[in-house]
C-alpha cells in the first residue's frame, strides 16, 4: 500500500529522503540520456552528412516530444498515479533506446530522429511527474532548493555521459573527416558504416538499464503525492477558477521555462561544433559540454547552500538572467578558447532558471497542478526549436553571430523574476 500526501500549496509536510533518493536517481537518467545530444549533434554530423541546420534536428525531434507529450503525459498520470506513470516513462525511454540498434545498422538519420522522439516522449512523462513531486513533496518556501540538489544528480550525469558517449562515438574523429575528404565512395561509405555502428552497445547498455530501473520504481516504497486536494484558503481563492489558463503568472512561467530551455540547450548541445567552427579540433572540443555541466553544478550548489535562507527564488532568477545577459555579450566581444568559455560559463547563468521558475509558476495552483506541470512541460519545446533556429541563423551567417538570439531570451527571463511571476496572482 502507497502512502499518500497532500500538496495543497500551503501544506509544509516533512518529507523522508528515501523518496527523494528515488527522485534524485531519475534526475540522474534525465541528464545521462538528455545531455548524449552534445555527443550526438557533432557525431551524426558526420555519420549521416549533414549541415548545421539538419544536425540540430537531434534537439529538435528530442525535445519536440516534450511539446506534444506533455498534455497527454497529465491524462497518464490521472490514470497511474505519479509512481507508476514514472515507472512507464523509464520503459518508454528503454524502446527509444532501442531503436537505435536499427538506425545504426541502417545509417538512417530519420531511424535515428525516430529513437530520439521516443526518449522524449517517455521523459515528457517522467519530467510531468517528476518535477511537480519534487516541489510539493516539502515546504514551497525550499522547493528551488530540492530541485537544485535535483539538478546536481542530472547534470553530474550531464557532465559525464558526453565523455562515456564521446570517448566511443567521436574516437579518432578528426582523423576520419580529414580521411573522407580524400576517400572514393565505396570506401567512404564502408568507413561511415562503420562509425554509425559505435553507438550500438552504448544504447544496448542504456535500453537495459533504463527498463531495469522501471522495474525498480514500479515496485518501490515512493509514497503517492495528492495534487487534487487543496487547503481551505487555497480553495475559496480557486473556488471561480475553471481553467489552468486563468492563472496568468502560470503561463508567462511556460514562457520562460521555453525561453530557458532553449537558451540551456543551445549552450551544452552546440559547445561541441562552435567549438570546431574556432578550428578546435574534435579531440579537445569534445570535452567543452562537460564545462557548460560543471558550470551548472555551481550554481546549483550555490542555491542549495543560499535558497531561502540568503537568497530568495525570485532573486536567484533574476541574478541568473543577468548573468545570462553579460555572459551572451562576452562570446561575441572574445574570441577562442575565451569565447568557448564564456559560451560553457552560461552553464553557471542557468543553473537556478529552473528550479527557481517551478515553485513560481505552482504557487497556489491546487487542484490545477497536474495539468499545470504538463504545461511547463511542454515549456522543454525550447530546446527543439530555438537550437534549429540557431542551427540555421549559423549556417547564414557564422556560428558566432548566431548567439545574439540568446540575449531576448534571458531579458524575458529577466522579466518574469522581476514581475511576471506576480502577474494575475494574490498572495494567500
Not at 521516443?118 to 516539502?138: D, E, H, R
Not at 559505435?198 to 525498480?216: D, E, K, N
Not at 536567484?316 to 572574445?334: M, N, W
Request: charged share 10%; aromatic share 12%; hydrophobic share 55%.
Amino acid at each position: 500500500m502507497t502512502e499518500t500526501t497532500q500538496a495543497g500549496t500551503r501544506v509544509q509536510k516533512k518529507f523522508k529522503m528515501g523518496p527523494v533518493a528515488i527522485i534524485g536517481t531519475l534526475f540522474f537518467i534525465f541528464g545521462f540520456i538528455t545531455w548524449l545530444n552534445a555527443v550526438l549533434i557533432p557525431y551524426l554530423k558526420i555519420a549521416c552528412e549533414l549541415n548545421n541546420l539538419e544536425a540540430y534536428l537531434v534537439a529538435t525531434a528530442f525535445y519536440i516530444a516534450y511539446f506534444f507529450m506533455a498534455v497527454p503525459s497529465a491524462g497518464v498520470l490521472r490514470l497511474t498515479g505519479f509512481k507508476n506513470g514514472m515507472a512507464l516513462g523509464l520503459v518508454v525511454m528503454a524502446l527509444g533506446a532501442l531503436v537505435f540498434i536499427p538506425a545504426a545498422l541502417t545509417r538512417l538519420y530519420w531511424v535515428f530522429l525516430t529513437g530520439l522522439f521516443i526518449q522524449g516522449a517517455g521523459l515528457a512523462l517522467l519530467q510531468t511527474a517528476s518535477n511537480p513531486y519534487i516541489t510539493v513533496i516539502g515546504p514551497i518556501e525550499s522547493a528551488a532548493r530540492r530541485i537544485s540538489i535535483m539538478g546536481i544528480c542530472n547534470k553530474f550525469a550531464g557532465a559525464i555521459a558526453p565523455l562515456i558517449l564521446g570517448s566511443v562515438a567521436l574516437k579518432n574523429a578528426d582523423k576520419i573527416k580529414a580521411d573522407l575528404l580524400t576517400m572514393s565512395t565505396p570506401d567512404k561509405i564502408q568507413l561511415l558504416d562503420q562509425l554509425a555502428t559505435r553507438v550500438i552497445i552504448p544504447y544496448i547498455l542504456i535500453m537495459i538499464s533504463l527498463a531495469l530501473l522501471g522495474v525498480f520504481v514500479y515496485y518501490s516504497s515512493l509514497p503517492e503525492i495528492d495534487t487534487d486536494k487543496e487547503d481551505n484558503k487555497l480553495a475559496l481563492e480557486n473556488g471561480n477558477k475553471t481553467s489552468v489558463f486563468q492563472f496568468p503568472h502560470l503561463l508567462l512561467g511556460v514562457l520562460t521555462l521555453f525561453f530557458y530551455v532553449g537558451a540551456e540547450v543551445l549552450a551544452a548541445d552546440s559547445i561541441i561544433l562552435y567549438g570546431t567552427s574556432l578550428n578546435i579540433p574534435l579531440s579537445v572540443s569534445r570535452f567543452f559540454a562537460t564545462c557548460t555541466m560543471a558550470g551548472m553544478i555551481i550554481g546549483y550548489t550555490v542555491g542549495i547552500i543560499t535558497i531561502p535562507k540568503y537568497m530568495t527564488q525570485p532573486n536567484a532568477l533574476k541574478y541568473s538572467a543577468i548573468l545570462g545577459i553579460i555572459f551572451s555579450l562576452l562570446i561575441h566581444i572574445t574570441s577562442g578558447y575565451y569565447s568557448v568559455f564564456s559560451l560553457a560559463i552560461l552553464g553557471l547563468a542557468n543553473a537556478l532558471v529552473w528550479p527557481a521558475v517551478w515553485p513560481l509558476a505552482l504557487a497556489n495552483l491546487g487542484r490545477f497542478t497536474k495539468i499545470a506541470s504538463s504545461l511547463l512541460i511542454m515549456g522543454i519545446a525550447g530546446g527543439a526549436l530555438i537550437p534549429l533556429l540557431y542551427g540555421r541563423l549559423a549556417d547564414i551567417f557564422t556560428p558566432q553571430q548566431a548567439y545574439w538570439i540568446l540575449i531576448p531570451l534571458y531579458l524575458f527571463i529577466l522579466y518574469y523574476a522581476v514581475s511576471g511571476h506576480k502577474v494575475g496572482r494574490k498572495k494567500i
